[in-house]
């Protein structure tokens, strides 16, 4: 193998890599819906864990975009990240159309890239950064997904339900209110009794206006937690751009690759 391929391999492993490390934080997002009804520290940690996710890929799919060659070296390392990601996370009829759907996506930034430093002068990083909206969007609905199908597999095997510390702070909180009207020595006793109405109906109302809804409770918590994850991944796509300007001169500095300069006859048609 030529030191040229050597350097490509070297150059698309690490989106190998990302794509792989996505895939385990997709199927930790699959188990996320017990913490997503509990908020807690382990789910600021999942949270930031796919962030960093996001990030290694916007990194490693910009290098891949840039420096990649020819094309097909590109689609195919975006190829093998798909199926990383699949690795990563569990092979399922739906996992696999979600890896599709992020393979396109990243084939269609590379093509978009190579298009866009086509028509610049000097190569620079805004065009490799740009160019990552719908990959961008891509990683975060597969992350959605993979949230979406782990969260419909847990209601339909257990049924939908609050969390018992939810349900027990609430009627407590109830009765603590109604009892302090009452007598000091009538206070316990009508606190267990007002516990136990508002479990009671509590209850009822699940089973009522919940139950034959339950279904469509996985696609709601889905859809909302798609629209502030797309808006903090694009708050913070100002990361991966400064990481990638430091990495494309380091690159260069470690001979890694190098800057050419090219002279083009251009024709044009102008009045004789």
Do not use: N
């Not at 420096?67 to 689609?75: E, G, M, S, T």
């Not at 890239?113 to 490799?128: A, D, N, Q």
């Not at 597999?153 to 969390?163: M, Y």
């Amino acid at each position: 193998m030529s030191v040229k391929w050597l350097k490509v391999v070297f150059l698309a492993t690490p989106l190998v890599g990302a794509g792989y490390f996505f895939g385990m934080i997709c199927q930790q997002m699959g188990e996320a819906y017990p913490l997503l009804l509990a908020p807690s520290k382990e789910l600021l940690i999942l949270l930031l864990l796919l962030l960093l996710a996001l990030s290694c890929i916007a990194v490693t799919a910009g290098i891949a975009a840039a420096l990649l060659r020819p094309l097909w070296v590109a689609f195919l390392t975006f190829v093998l990240s798909g199926l990383a990601l699949l690795l990563g996370w569990e092979v399922t009829g739906y996992s696999a159309v979600l890896a599709l759907l992020y393979v396109l996506a990243g084939a269609a930034y590379v093509v978009s890239t190579v298009g866009e430093l086509k028509h610049r002068i000097k190569f620079s990083v805004r065009p490799v950064a740009e160019g990552q909206s719908l990959l961008l969007i891509m990683l975060v609905v597969v992350a959605v997904g993979s949230f979406y199908f782990g969260c419909a597999e847990h209601v339909k095997r257990e049924g939908f339900s609050i969390p018992e510390e939810y349900m027990t702070k609430f009627t407590a909180e109830m009765a603590k209110r109604i009892a302090a009207e009452a007598p000091a020595d009538q206070r316990e006793k009508i606190k267990a009794e007002i516990r136990q109405q508002s479990q009671r109906v509590l209850d009822d109302l699940m089973e009522r206006w919940v139950k034959p809804f339950e279904r469509f409770i996985p696609l709601l918590m889905a859809l909302s937690l798609f629209t502030p994850l797309l808006t903090i991944t694009r708050l913070l796509a100002w990361v991966p751009t400064l990481i990638l300007s430091g990495i494309f001169p380091l690159l260069t500095a470690v001979g890694i690759t190098k800057v050419t300069t090219e002279t083009l006859e251009v024709e044009r048609l102008v009045i004789s």
